[in-house]
């Protein structure tokens, strides 16, 4: 049984670029959450998606966009990338309809910013 | 505002003892309280998680603790080995609309454990 699978592992832009990074759910999953962790900080939400729509989003601004396909993966897009947007992006998934959601989470997608 | 948050940042441990990490919640509202681990360089895991109709939940080396009164949660870890070194967060399950949760958590406990 897959877990949640992010590529790549690690990715180097530089300012004002644009960047994908890429989320495979847990095997049976529907909901896919992304966050962003600060080195030493908790991860902070970014958006959810379920049934290829947004369905909730944190207070990032519009720069940060995504997209689930009818399989469940999921895209995060960054555009005009800022210094501060270095992070690692971790991807999470869980079941809509479940008891209690719980979210699993992949290994992250390392986003360093020149 | 409301947070999910940690006593101590950092805690030093012997292998072979018992750790506690202690985590302080705001919102009386949240239903579901969950404990990630997350080793360098990878994803938070799950450890283990507790509804708020419950006091205590135990798993393997693992017990976590909920008092509703103070708004305070801990993880407790049992003969704690080097294996356990990592970053602890408690995460809050908040419901944010019909059908949906949203996770926040707090800035973490580093826990290192002395051979």
């Known amino acids: 049984d897959a877990g949640v699978t992010q590529s790549p592992t690690h990715l180097i832009k530089t300012r004002g670029q644009q960047v994908t990074l890429r989320c495979s759910p847990k095997?049976?999953?529907?909901?896919v959450s992304w966050y962003q962790q600060a080195l030493g900080q908790g991860p902070q939400f970014i958006f959810q998606?379920?049934?290829?729509?947004?369905?909730q989003r944190g207070n990032f601004p519009d720069r940060f966009s995504g997209h689930q396909f009818p399989n469940y993966s999921s895209e995060l897009n960054v555009n005009a990338l800022l210094l501060g947007d270095s992070a690692l992006y971790l991807c999470?998934?869980?079941?809509?309809?479940?008891?209690?959601?719980?979210?699993?989470f992949g290994p992250g997608t390392r986003l360093t910013v020149l | 505002g409301e947070s999910v948050g940690l006593h101590l940042p950092t805690l030093s441990v012997q292998e072979g003892d018992n750790s506690i990490i202690n985590c302080a919640y705001s919102?009386?509202?949240?239903?579901?309280f969950i404990w990630y681990k997350q080793e360098s360089g990878k994803g938070p895991q799950f450890i283990i998680d507790?509804?708020?109709?419950?006091d205590k939940r135990q798993g393997q080396r693992v017990t976590v603790l909920l008092n509703k009164t103070v708004k305070h949660l801990s993880l407790q870890i049992a003969a704690t080995q080097p294996g356990d070194s990592a970053v602890y967060f408690c995460a809050e399950n908040r419901r944010s609309g019909a059908g949906s949760y949203q996770l926040t958590f707090g800035k973490g406990t580093k826990l290192s454990v002395i051979p």
């Open positions: 998606y379920y049934e290829e729509e947004e369905r």
């Open positions: 919102n009386s509202a949240s239903d579901y």
């Open positions: 999470a998934s869980s079941l809509a309809g479940s008891v209690l959601y719980t979210q699993y």
């Open positions: 507790i509804r708020s109709n419950m």
């Open positions: 095997s049976g999953h529907d909901t």
